[in-house]
């Protein structure tokens, strides 16, 4: 019993001994590391300066743009060089992979300080392959409306971009207040049926387009419903009979976009809906069509402007939804202001 | 010799009853789901607006109601019927649309189109996509087959690694596709009736209905063919013909159910079971059973997916099986004896 006594004793001094000395070692080469909380709500520690990044989605980097810490970048996903318009200065970074299944030798290989995914894609393997080999692994969402100011501010700490940051949300901070100020007292709201990308399937609470829907000062007819994306049939947006019709689409590429056929083809297909022409909204014309790029995301607020104005022209008639595109993206993006977005 | 054709006549009494039983049933559930749904309408105003030519109630009744419903019996029926063809002409129990990769085949058809149509695609494109990739699973399945000789294990061999290479393929359009094209192609795979008009239904009832007499009349043929390849050659059955151009047509018949309605599965495997189970294998009555017996599991199967839970819908890919399994189990626990 005594013998175990001592063996045990040595074990515990020896190893906070090794405990110590590794605390040690690591502050000795680590300089500054600093403790955030990603869009998982786990703690990461990450190691400053940040000097290498790989990002997987064009969320995130077009937030980075933003912070004017584009040439951090060593790695992006493979739909950039899909849209090279959009990103001239990033197009011919290296591509890892998609945003959900990322090569990860490719991302060892260019050997990023961090690497930065979605808070749901790719999975837990991610940090199975990569922390082990020194790579932080970072989750921000930026599609989300009530985490965007904070994963801003996490991200301009990282980078070591605050006071960029801090302009960033400023201006979002400003755009959004415009909205909400004038949108949340409305007690008039208009019935909208929001449909997301795929058809007859809606944005219940939890989805991004809900929350876009309600801040626009909207009234979402599945706004009661329990799952964010469910499916629902057309006879119940019939009896519903919304005022308003918002359609999110993808087609990707909308920068280079010139001519708006496509958009008015979305348009005229849900307004051809069978039995849809005793819709308030279809007979009034007011469906109206909103592209990915300003649908979620960084440039949400810029949809929901649009939104607001769709919903209540006398109200937000001082709004200029276009301009306000034009600003972000020569201002914080640093390209000029081109595309086709919404239809009508 | 009188008792014996007494017999067969009742034998065929019941088989016909089990028929009329089925119609009634499919009747009855179809006016059951005339009368739900999202709007105010009611039971009585729902009929009444049959016979209307306008107003809210026709557009209700005609345009959203009518065509899921028309559509859920038009796809039972097709998957009913396809996996019947192909459980006869492989004399395989495992044989179905789902099994042999064909349904496989003509959902890439159809994501394909899904995904690089842009948005901006025809119904008639999804169609033929979806048949020319059925096809082109069923010619992969008797080519395998002829090199290897036709014995029917090579076939459903075949059939399940068909399945594999385009469930893959499907799965890496997904892995591909932007987050958009996920969403499509994810709930493409639950299934969903919500999206046909009468369009989608005359293309789809025309790929099914076609060959149907073509079926009707090789009954007896695959009667023959349950004895075995040599005795039904011996009884004058052209047993290449047969299963060649049998695989082609149910190949049709799949392509013309899930292309414009996506993955509804486990219906063309048990219907034809299920039926069998009650009324035996005569193809005469069996094919025609079959397809009712898919119907009626498609169509109760939708309109417990869209009532349940309303106004939120339970893809039908998903009820099929919840309901279509315990059924399926429940009256193979019931039969003791080996049935096939």
Request: proline residues 5%; glycine residues 10%.
């Amino acid at each position: 019993m005594r013998k175990y006594g001592i063996k045990i004793c040595a074990l515990i001094l020896l190893s906070s001994l090794l405990i110590l000395a590794g605390g040690l070692v690591a502050r000795a080469t680590a300089g500054e590391s600093i403790r955030i909380q990603d869009a998982t709500g786990r703690f990461v520690e990450v190691r400053l300066p940040v000097k290498k990044l790989v990002v997987l989605t064009s969320d995130a980097l077009e937030v980075i743009r933003a912070l004017k810490a584009e040439d951090l970048v060593v790695g992006i996903n493979t739909g950039i060089a899909k849209e090279p318009l959009f990103w001239p200065g990033l197009k011919d970074k290296p591509a890892v992979g998609s945003w959900r299944g990322p090569n990860y030798e490719l991302i060892v290989e260019l050997n990023p300080d961090i690497v930065i995914g979605y808070a749901r894609h790719p999975g837990q393997d991610m940090e199975k392959k990569l922390v082990p080999l020194g790579i932080t692994v970072i989750r921000l969402d930026f599609y989300k409306m009530r985490s965007m100011v904070k994963e801003i501010e996490i991200l301009g700490r990282i980078l070591g971009k605050e006071q960029e940051a801090r302009q960033l949300i400023c201006w979002y901070q400003e755009k959004l207040n415009l909205v909400e100020r004038e949108s949340m007292p409305l007690r008039n709201r208009p019935d909208v049926y929001v449909e997301s990308y795929s058809k007859y399937h809606t944005a219940g609470p939890g989805s991004g387009g809900h929350e876009m829907c309600v801040l626009a000062g909207g009234h979402n007819i599945a706004s009661n419903f329990s799952i964010p994306y469910p499916e629902i049939t057309p006879e119940w947006v019939l009896a519903k009979n919304p005022q308003v019709i918002i359609k999110a689409t993808a087609f990707g590429n909308c920068y280079a976009m010139i001519d708006p056929d496509p958009l008015k083809s979305v348009r005229d297909k849900i307004m051809a809906c069978p039995a849809w022409d005793n819709i308030r909204a279809v007979r009034d014309g007011k469906v109206y069509v909103l592209s990915s790029d300003i649908w979620t995301g960084p440039r949400a607020i810029i949809g929901i402007s649009y939104m607001a104005k769709w919903f209540h022209p006398e109200v937000f008639n001082f709004l200029d939804p276009e301009k306000l595109h034009r600003e972000y993206l020569e201002k914080f993006q640093g390209i000029k202001y081109q595309g086709v977005y919404v239809y009508p | 010799m009188n008792n014996i054709s007494q017999q067969y006549k009742n034998l065929t009494g019941r088989k016909l009853s089990f028929i009329i039983l089925l119609v009634t049933v499919l009747f009855g559930v179809a006016l059951i789901a005339l009368s739900q749904g999202a709007s105010s309408l009611g039971v009585k105003d729902s009929f009444a607006a049959l016979f209307q030519q306008t107003g809210l109630a026709h557009a209700i009744v005609w345009k959203l109601r009518l065509p899921r419903i028309v559509m859920a019996i038009i796809v039972g029926c097709g998957l009913g019927l396809a996996g019947t063809v192909f459980q006869a002409i492989l004399r395989n129990p495992l044989a179905s649309p789902y099994t042999l990769g064909i349904a496989s085949g003509a959902g890439f058809g159809a994501v394909m189109v899904i995904v690089f149509g842009g948005g901006i695609y025809s119904e008639y494109l999804i169609a033929g996509n979806a048949f020319f990739f059925a096809l082109l699973s069923s010619f992969l399945i008797l080519g395998i087959a002829r090199l290897k000789g036709f014995t029917t294990e090579t076939m459903i061999l075949a059939g399940i690694a068909i399945m594999f290479l385009f469930s893959s393929l499907s799965s890496f359009f997904q892995y591909m596709g932007t987050m958009e094209q996920v969403h499509e192609i994810v709930f493409w795979f639950f299934g969903s009736l919500s999206k046909v008009g009468w369009k989608e239904i005359s293309i789809a009832a025309v790929m099914i209905l076609l060959p149907c007499p073509v079926l009707l009349k090789w009954s007896w043929d695959f009667n023959l063919l349950s004895a075995g390849d040599e005795s039904a050659k011996a009884l004058g059955v052209n047993v290449e013909k047969v299963r060649m151009l049998g695989i082609v047509l149910a190949s049709l018949i799949t392509a013309g159910a899930i292309c414009f309605t996506g993955v509804i599965g486990f219906i063309g495997l048990v219907s034809p079971h299920i039926t069998r189970m009650i009324i035996g294998g005569d193809h005469r009555f069996l094919l025609p059973a079959s397809a009712l017996v898919g119907a009626v599991l498609v169509l109760t199967a939708d309109t417990l997916g869209r009532t349940l839970w309303a106004p939120q819908v339970i893809p039908i890919g998903i009820v099929t099986s919840f309901i279509g399994v315990p059924f399926f189990l429940y009256l193979l626990m019931k039969k003791r004896r080996e049935y096939w």
